[in-house]
């Protein structure tokens, strides 16, 4: 079963969020803060819940080594300001002290962890790694999804000329069908004309049977311009309604039961 945040009653505990600031950096400096950015719903929702936010993340590979060029302090710092608040920080992810400080957190107030990958154990979905980390929070949430815009650009780019061309051939066989269809009904209308004329000169009841088909076989096709019409007006209204927005998907739930996942997956490895 799918649960989201609005599931589950945070007011007073820790919410433990693996978010995604994994963004780009030119020495200290923040070259795009997309998904940071992305992050703040979540966080901010959290906040006004009543609850205590500890973040973590990763930032580039260091390989389980410590890299200050890979230190998450610039994020932090970012965040802070974009929230407009203090954010505190523990550059030891499973120390006493941090962990300390997560637990004795108020309620609208965030602590931040360091890198992640500053520990081998973070890729190697180390369970003793794992519950370490879960001492930090009551309810955990997977919420690191985040997209930088020009792989998002790429895809909208790449659909847009598969669009266009997929529309230049619809546009082209609905001016030939339409054209055809005309064509048929100007056909059948000069066929009907003859037919009647026939069926006038001669009063024998098989023209006036000829006939009557002849005028239902117009009546078919115009049917199907009309038809066609319809169709052509609802794959306009479609284009421009565009797409559907996403949001991000998440996991939420106890640090147990992440414990609990996370010791399924080691067994569903390790057979």
Known sequence: MIRTLQAFDIKGKNVLIRADLNVPMSGETITNNFRIKASLPTIKTCIEAGASVI???HLGRPKGKEEQSLSLIPVGEEL??????????????????????????????????????????EEDNDTDFSSQLARHGNIYINDAFGTEPSELQKHVEKTKELKKSETADVQQDYEMSRAQLHSLVMKGQEAVDGILDVA????????????????????????????????????????????????????VGSTAELQKMLKNINKGEST
């Open 55 to 57: 973040l973590m993340s």
């Open 80 to 121: 802070a300001g974009l929230l407009e608040m203090p954010i505190k920080f523990s550059a030891n992810c499973i120390s006493t002290d941090a962990i300390d400080t997560s637990i004795s957190l108020k309620p609208g107030e965030i602590h931040l962890l360091e890198n992640l990958r500053f520990y081998a154990e």
């Open 200 to 251: 006038r000169a001669s009063d024998h009841p098989r023209a006036y049977e000829v006939a009557a088909t002849t005028i239902k076989a117009v009546g078919d096709v115009t049917d199907k311009l009309i038809d066609l019409q319809g169709k052509m007006k609802e794959l306009d209204k479609e284009e421009k309604r565009g797409p559907t927005n996403v949001t991000n998907a998440m996991f």
